[in-house]
């Protein structure tokens, strides 16, 4: 039977409270941030899970985030893989720039294209279909495998990283995607058919 699936992102960063475009920039968590790592934790505790194998990006946010969640756990010592593949969406060089600043410059619609449409990248960035196609790979070759063999998986990682791998799991199309947004610090849980299909999930939201 296939273990169960987490993907989690970052609690609030550092940019996400001073509203900057992020992407592949390497703020630390705020104080709000470590606050909802530590909940999702004890949440994932409350609920009776405990992970066999860990997956996070190359960025502090994620990889502070579960290692929080792994504290309350009381699971220090998991094994624990970090890949770029995981990493967020490459904002390119809206990176650094504030998001509503950028609304007054390129206007509300647009902004909204480059942050939330399937395939239209940021100038010098990533559109979420690029993200998809590292993070898709990855998914399939390294994370799945795992969770197929009955290992319960946590992926601890990034709004668009996420957004990417829940637009295959979920089965949603380039319009759907638009309106699906992640959270900071909310688990979602999913369990697997053995024809990797999707038969349950939920949105461990402890806000
Ligand atoms: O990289 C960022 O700025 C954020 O993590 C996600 O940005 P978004 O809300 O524009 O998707």
Redesign the pocket.
Known sequence: MPGTLVLVRHGQ?E??LKN????W?DPDLTEKGVTEAKAAGVALKDKGLSFDLAFTSELSRAQRTLSLILKELGQTDLETRRDLALN??D?GDL?GLN?DDARDKWGEEQVHI???SYDVPPPGGESLKDTLARTLPYFVTDILPEVMAGKNVIVAA???SL?SICMVLNRLNRDEIVGFEIATGVPLIYELGADTRVTASETLSSK
């Open positions: 960063s940019w996400n900057l475009f992020t992407g920039k967020e969406r904002y990176a998001k480059w942050r939330r990034h709004g668009n957004r």
